[in-house]
T-cell receptor, first 112, second 116 residues
């Protein structure tokens, strides 16, 4: 199935550092979403982006919807140990179906 | 609000048997639910879209006769893995779509299936 390209694949950082990850696609999406998944659980929505160029924050998280509608990035500022997990981007084309296409994921490890 | 549950949370079965997984939206109605499969260290891959009162729509490469989906009510969709084999062992996750200005999907906690 189709997947979005997400980078980096993994990151190992010190507590307090800022983090940035991005997601690219060959297709245009009308909605970009960022999720966090903890081991053995379902993904939880962090940020949803609905307009090209939109920049949205949720606490220490900031995400942007690329102008071309083919990319998005997620920044986490001042990381803390509970930020550990796998982060997925997801694109949604909309129209007749609202199915999500997920990115390949970024594993984040934060050392206290 | 917007809680989605899955049952069971994990199941171990013998090869050749069938396993049913339930997905429930607890505090909202969902005309559309989605089923995903996630293999270890991989992303979520959409298997099928479950529509209340009609047949499910399967993604390319997903066998509809092996993965039976029933969406009999606005709060319940079931996925039955028929004649399970070890290669079907995976983490199965459902999501339910809540109708609103932006139709957000809420994910269940997943079901770990192990086929011996």
């Amino acid at each position: 199935g189709q997947q979005l390209n997400q980078s980096p694949q993994s990151m190992f950082i010190q507590e307090g550092e800022d983090v940035s990850m991005n997601c690219t696609s060959s297709s245009i999406f009308n909605t970009w979403l960022w999720y966090k998944q903890d081991p053995g659980e379902g993904p939880v929505l962090l940020i949803a982006l609905y307009k090209a160029g939109e920049l949205t924050s949720n606490g220490r998280l900031t995400a942007q919807f690329g102008i071309t509608r083919k990319d998005s990035f997620l920044n986490i500022s001042a990381s803390i140990p509970s930020d550990v997990g796998i982060y997925f981007c997801a694109g949604q084309s909309g129209g007749a179906t609202n199915k999500l296409i997920f990115g390949t994921g970024t594993l984040l490890a934060v050392q206290p | 609000g917007a809680v989605v549950s899955q049952h069971p949370s994990w199941v171990i079965c013998k090869s050749g048997t069938s396993v049913k997984i339930e997905c429930r939206s607890l505090d909202f109605q969902a005309t559309t639910m989605f089923w995903y499969r996630q293999f270890p260290k991989q992303s979520l891959m959409l298997m099928a879209t479950s529509n209340e009162g009609s047949k499910a729509t399967y993604e390319q490469g997903v066998e509809k006769d092996k993965f039976l989906i029933n969406h009999a009510s606005l709060t319940l969709s079931t996925l039955t893995v028929t004649s399970a084999h070890p290669e079907d062992s995976s983490f199965y996750i459902c999501s339910a779509e809540r109708l609103a200005a932006y139709n957000e999907q809420f994910f269940g906690p997943g079901t770990r299936l192990t086929v011996l």
